[in-house]
């Protein structure tokens, strides 16, 4: 016959007491106790040898003297040291041949599609297909050329860009200021006839007035002037729209965009890499 298991003895308690429930005196075990320890006396090491709390005069650095921005920038240099031979080579080609150079055109643009990525993208797109009021990079409409160098320029040297004494520079008069509403909206409904849109009409009147106050920049023919980045207006890309009342809101104010100008904020190499980058997406010229 089995005999009863013994009985447990029962647990002492702590002594206290919450409506009647009581506390079991059960304590840690002792490996327990002694990994807390352990891990009490790593934090204290750690916090000595790493950066880990502020003082009065600054973060304390830790007696390794260690810092994640020290090690992002010693990747930094090496990479930057392993690439120089390419980006020196970038700087020393002329612009044209870049892109067909089979040591660097495709780090050229890897490299430049990185540039864009950073600091063009917020404005031009991921894509470089633009917003309104600003260009698309993917088609051949170019207000200022889409040659490597005429993007190279851009680039370099901005748009209005009034800190640059490079930059490229043209403005479009508010006609609002000397026209009368009746001839703005002539002058509208003839710019909408030269590229077919809204159904607008052509009228000798509107066509003079456009003559007279337009062609200087724009063309007689309305195809637009590069030189000084007036845009041609017989195509369908519009850069703020080609509805009537948007036109008549850039006749009436203009439009006075400004692209900051990159030199001096990136290298040369970057900017190389950036024109080869942008002139590889097919919209170039």
């Known amino acids: 016959m089995a005999k009863k298991p013994a009985k447990k003895p029962d647990v002492e308690t702590t002594g206290h007491s919450w409506d009647g429930i009581e506390e079991y005196n059960n304590p840690l075990p002792r490996w327990w106790l002694w990994t807390i320890y352990a891990t009490i006396v790593w934090g204290i090491g750690y916090a000595i040898a790493y950066p880990s709390f502020p003082l009065p005069g600054g973060a304390f650095p830790g007696l390794l003297g260690y810092s994640s921005r020290g090690a992002v920038e010693a990747d930094i240099a090496k990479v930057e040291a392993q ?23 495709e780090f050229a643009v890897q490299g430049g599609k990185a540039v864009f990525q950073t600091f063009c993208a917020q404005c031009h797109g991921a894509g470089a297909n633009g917003a309104k009021g600003y260009p698309s990079l993917i088609d051949d409409d170019w207000l200022w050329g889409g040659t490597i160098e005429d993007i190279h320029q851009t680039i370099s040297h901005g748009i209005r860009y009034e800190a640059d004494p490079d930059t490229r520079s043209s403005q479009m008069p508010a006609f609002g200021e000397f026209l009368s509403k009746e001839e703005i909206a002539k002058l509208v409904e003839y710019v909408g006839s030269r590229s077919g849109i809204n159904g607008a009409v052509e009228t000798e009147e509107g066509k003079n007035l456009f003559l007279d106050n337009c062609a200087a920049c724009h063309g007689d023919d309305a195809t637009g002037g590069r030189e000084v980045g007036a845009p041609n207006l017989t195509d369908a890309i519009w850069l703020y729209g080609s509805d009537p009342e948007t036109l008549t809101q850039t006749v009436t104010y203009a439009r006075q965009g400004v692209m900051p100008a990159w030199s001096g904020r990136l290298s040369e190499s970057q900017i190389r890499q950036a024109a080869v980058y942008i002139h590889s997406l097919g919209g170039g010229e």
Do not use: F, H
């Open 83 to 105: 690439n120089a031979p390419l980006v020196a080579r970038i700087n020393d080609l002329e612009l044209t041949a870049i892109a067909s150079d089979d040591q660097v055109g």
